[in-house]
Structures are given as C-alpha cells and as structure tokens.
C-alpha cells in the first residue's frame, strides 16, 4: 500500500486518481511514500525516511526545500501550465485595473454614500481624476515566455497589444507558435526600454531577485506600469515606491502583498489570487496525482525541478531506480548492465534498469536512494 500525504485540501478529482486498492491518503497518513501540497510551508518538516516524491499543485515551488529534498533522493515535482489559463485572466485584469484607475474610482465612489440627489453631479466633477489610458496600441513587455507569459502574450495580442518578450530558455515550441508580429529580444534591458506595460512571468533565484529595481526602472518610458503575478521578490520594493513617487511608474499590480507596499498610492495589491480557481485547482491536483503515479508505479519522472526527467513504459517484472550524484553515473550504470538508462541533471542523475538488481548498487559512493518496482 502507498501512502500520499495531503498538506492542504487538494481537489477531489486529484486524489480520485488514486486507485483505493493501492493506495491511501488524506492529511492524517504516517510514513507518507509521497506528499500532495499546495501552499504549505515544507521547509521546517521532517521528510521521513520511506518518501520518495513531492507534488507541488501549482508552479513554484518556494514552499519546499527542493535542493534539501534532493540531497535526500526525493523528486520534487511540479505542475507547469496547469493554472496558466487562470493566472492569464488574473493579468489582463490587472492591466485593465492598472490603466484606467478603477480600484481608486471604486474606492473614491464609496465616499459618495448619503449626498442623494447630489450624486449624480458629483461622479461629472469627479470622474476626470481617474482617467487612464486604453491598453490597444500600447506595447507591452513579457519577462519569461513561459506557459503564462505566453498565453498572456497572446490575449494581449488580440486585445490590439504589440508585443515584446524576453525567455532565454523559451521552448521551440512556444517560439514557433508565436505570431509573427510578437517580438522576441536577447537583451533584457530592450523590455524596459520599449514598454508601456511589462509584466513578470520567471521563477525567483537569485539571478533574477530584484529584476525590477532602479537601474531597470530608470532605463524606463515615464509612466510605465508593471505588473508581477510571479513571485514577490522579484520586484525591489524601496526602488518601486521610489518609481511611483516621481512619476516613473504609473501603477504597480501585484499579485503578492507586503506590508511596505499595502495603502501605497499607485499599487493595486491582490491576494494571492492568480491560481484561484475551481478549474487551475482541479487542473494542478489531477496533474500533481498522475505525476507521483507514474513516479511511484513505474519510476518515470516528467515534470520535476531538482531530478532529470525521464520518460518510462509500465514495468514488465521489476526495475531497479537509482538516484545519486552525477558524477558516479558510471559506476551506476557499470555495476546495471549495459541496458541501463540514466540522465544527468545538475549535480544529480537518475539510472533505471528493468531487472531487480538493488543490491549491485547499494553500496556504490554516490548512490542517494534505490528502490525496486515490480
């Protein structure tokens, strides 16, 4: 019997993938072979011994130690392009909100309770204050050309939005289906400098923590609004108020509030809303289920952010799955047998062989984690 952990409510129709003869879940389980999470903080949690796998519903993984996990032979998976759709819509809200100073207009209307007849007169006098641009002939930059950044790329394209993105990693397929209006740039630099409107679609390291801060913002069109939907850190707080305050930055939409950034004029604060729906839910917890299937069941590996991927048919008899350091892949493999398959990501390697060959490789310096299927 496996046992999946589930840290927060995940969909239904997630944990229905689960076949009952097979396996148990729900948030009370002991000696989890593999853990379900959305939100929850992983980075204080004992991992026990007999988990192998880790599914993130949902794109970042800044909840879960993964290098940690990775020392430990344990895959960290996440569910790429599942809420997309969902984050897309959030954006183009944004933007829309952004422009045409709707939040301050809703909020400025509400002081408008209890003058009666007098209403009326009042929204013609008042109304001037939240004029904003319309978005269609506005340029609009994309950091990161990714699942979202794309499909975002592509409903601002319809709206009458030029485009410009920037994805040094961007994938020959999302490259080949951008039309041929979308302009793709090597220089990130070339975003700030050509933008009305630039929203943030990378993951947070620490080469792309601050990407918007004083020198970027200064390379600028004044009135520049920005939008993150990302991650908090990628934007620098003191230099974007800074922004906002001389004029350089006309709005800030951010999907991931901060006390230094809440009540300030110009920043339209949302929380946490961008995968907020039944159906990114649904579409994260299904994806998340079928990849610890498949990881658990046959060993193959799609989607994870600290191990080689690897794509497996079903088991036929047994098959030997070693996780260890790179560079002892050929000790592995040696000690497998020339059928062996395995794959190198980073420090770390993954060897399969379709044989039950666990003790030739228990002892071998380097290896983390070996398990046998059958």
């Known amino acids: 019997m496996y046992n999946i952990l589930t840290l927060n409510k995940i969909a239904a129709c997630g944990t229905d993938k689960f076949d009952k003869s097979l396996y148990a879940y729900g948030e009370e389980i002991a000696n989890p072979t593999a853990i379900m999470v959305r939100s929850a903080s992983m980075h204080e949690?004992?991992?026990?011994?007999?988990?192998?796998?880790?599914?993130?519903?949902?794109?970042?993984?800044?909840?879960?130690?993964?290098?940690?996990?990775?020392?430990?032979?344990?895959?960290?998976?996440?569910?790429?392009?599942?809420?997309?759709n969902a984050v897309k819509e959030?954006?183009?809200?944004?933007?829309?909100?952004?422009?045409?100073?709707?939040?301050?207009?809703?909020?400025?209307?509400?002081?408008l309770k209890g003058e009666g007849d007098a209403v009326g007169k009042l929204v013609e006098k008042g109304k001037s204050q939240f004029a904003g641009p319309e978005i269609m002939g506005k340029t609009l930059g994309?950091?990161?050309?990714?699942a979202i950044?794309?499909?975002?790329?592509?409903?601002?394209?319809?709206l009458g939005m030029k485009i410009v993105g920037y994805d040094p990693y961007i994938s020959e397929g999302i490259k080949s289906a951008m039309s041929a209006d979308m302009?793709?740039?090597?220089?990130?630099?070339?975003?700030?400098?050509?933008?009305?409107?630039?929203?943030?679609?990378?993951?947070?390291?620490?080469?792309?923590?601050?990407t918007v801060n004083k020198d970027t913002l200064a390379l600028c069109k004044d009135g520049v609004r920005i939008l993150n939907f990302a991650r908090g850190g990628l934007v620098n707080n003191d230099d974007l108020k800074a922004g906002l305050e001389s004029g350089k930055v006309a709005a800030y939409v951010t999907d991931f509030p901060s006390d230094d950034v809440i009540g300030v004029d110009g920043v339209i604060a949302i929380p946490h809303l961008g995968a907020s729906t039944p159906e990114s839910e649904d579409n994260c917890a299904m994806m998340a289920a079928d990849e610890l299937i498949a990881y658990i069941e046959k060993g193959e590996i799609v989607n994870s952010v600290n191990m080689p991927a690897m794509k497996l048919e079903a088991v036929n008899g047994a098959r030997t799955c070693v996780i260890h350091k790179a560079e002892a892949t050929d000790a592995?493999?040696?000690?497998?047998?020339?059928?062996?398959?395995?794959?190198?990501?980073?420090?770390y390697a993954y060897t399969v062989v379709d044989a039950d060959a666990l003790s030739a490789v228990e002892a071998i310096d380097g290896v983390i984690k070996a398990r046998v299927i059958k």
Request: with cysteine.
């Open 45 to 84: 949690m004992e991992l026990d011994a007999e988990t192998i796998a880790i599914a993130r519903a949902g794109a970042g993984t800044n909840n879960i130690p993964v290098e940690a996990c990775a020392e430990k032979g344990v895959v960290v998976f996440n569910t790429p392009g599942a809420n997309a």
């Open 90 to 111: 959030l954006v183009i809200c944004g933007m829309l909100l952004a422009s045409r100073r709707v939040t301050a207009a809703l909020d400025w209307c509400k002081t």
């Open 142 to 146: 994309v950091l990161g050309m990714g």
């Open 149 to 158: 950044g794309f499909k975002v790329a592509q409903a601002a394209e319809a």
């Open 183 to 210: 302009t793709l740039v090597d220089d990130i630099n070339e975003i700030f400098k050509l933008s009305d409107y630039i929203t943030i679609h990378v993951p947070l390291t620490d080469s792309t923590k601050n």
């Open 332 to 347: 592995v493999k040696a000690a497998l047998g020339a059928d062996a398959k395995s794959a190198v990501r980073g420090a």
